[in-house]
C-alpha cells in the first residue's frame, strides 16, 4: 500500500501509482489493520515517505480515496429482506466495522449507506435522471467557480484548501451560517478537522449549485453527508 525499498532501490505501493486519480479498497474492513492506519498520513499531506536502512524517500500520494464495506462480516446486517438472516453476533459487527479506526474515519468526508437494489428498481425506466455528460459539465463548471475564486493562491480545487485559510478574515462565513458546525464542535461530534474538511464539502456544494457562498442549508447538508446518509 505505501511502497518499500531494499538494495537503494524504490518500489512504489498502491497510493502512489494512484496519484491524481481514485484508489479504490473494497471490502475495506477485511484490510489488516496496520495497513488501513497508514492511510492517515498520506491522505493529510499527499505525499509518503519511506524510510529504510539505505533508502529515503518521499513519493506523491494525492488520491480521492474510496473505501467500500458490508454491514458486518456475512453482509447481512439490516437487511430484512436477505435470503439468508444475519447471522453475526453484535461483538463481531463492532470489531469488523472497528478495523476502520477513528483517526482514519475522521478524514473520510462523505459517508453513504447504500441498500440493496431491488428488480423494481432495476427497471424503472421512467425515471428521469441525469445522463454522465450532464454530471459531468456541472462538475466542470463548479470546478471553474472554485479554480476562479481561488486564483492567486497555491490551490485550485476545494480539496486543496486549508481550514486555516477557510476560517480566515477573508473567507470566514459569518456565525449565524456556521451555527450548526459550531455547535457540533462544542459538543464534540466533530473535531476541528472534521470542521474544516466540512467546510471544504459545503464550497464544493456551493459551487455545484453555482452559489457565490455556502449558507447554512448547504453547511448542514455537508454535515449529514459526513456523518453519512442512507438511500
Known amino acids: 500500500m505505501i511502497g518499500s525499498g ?4 524504490v518500489h512504489p505501493g498502491a497510493l502512489t501509482r494512484a496519484n491524481h486519480g481514485v484508489l479504490f479498497l473494497d471490502e475495506a474492513p477485511e484490510f489488516p489493520q496496520h495497513v488501513l492506519d497508514a492511510l492517515r498520513q498520506p491522505l493529510e499531506s499527499g505525499t509518503v515517505e519511506i524510510h529504510r ?6 513519493l506523491p500520494a494525492s488520491v480521492q480515496l474510496v473505501l467500500a ?5 456475512c453482509g447481512n446486517a439490516g437487511v430484512p429482506d436477505a435470503a439468508q438472516p444475519c447471522s453475526c453476533s453484535p461483538s463481531a459487527r463492532m470489531r469488523y466495522l472497528a478495523r476502520i479506526s ?3 474515519g475522521d478524514r ?3 459517508r453513504l449507506t447504500v441498500r440493496r437494489v431491488s428488480s423494481l428498481v432495476m427497471h424503472d425506466i421512467e425515471t428521469d435522471r441525469p445522463t454522465s455528460a450532464q454530471l459531468r459539465d456541472r462538475v466542470v463548471r463548479a ?3 472554485a479554480t476562479a475564486r ?6 485550485s480545487v476545494n480539496a ?3 481550514g486555516s485559510w477557510l476560517r480566515g478574515r477573508e473567507m470566514r462565513l459569518p456565525r449565524s451560517e456556521t451555527a450548526v458546525l459550531d455547535r457540533a464542535l462544542s459538543r464534540g461530534a466533530i473535531s476541528v478537522r472534521g470542521y474544516d474538511r466540512i467546510l471544504r464539502i459545503a464550497w464544493t456544494i456551493a459551487d455545484l449549485a453555482e452559489k457565490p457562498q455556502p449558507g447554512r442549508t448547504d453547511l448542514a447538508r455537508a454535515l449529514v453527508l459526513r456523518e453519512g446518509i442512507h438511500t
Open 150 to 155: 481561488l486564483a492567486g493562491t497555491p490551490w
Open 53 to 58: 536502512a539505505r533508502v529515503h524517500t518521499t
Open 6 to 9: 531494499n538494495g537503494g532501490l
Open 160 to 162: 486543496q484548501v486549508p
Open 108 to 110: 473520510i468526508d462523505l
Open 102 to 104: 477513528g483517526p482514519l
Open 69 to 73: 464495506a458490508n454491514p458486518c462480516p
Open 143 to 145: 470546478r471553474r467557480r
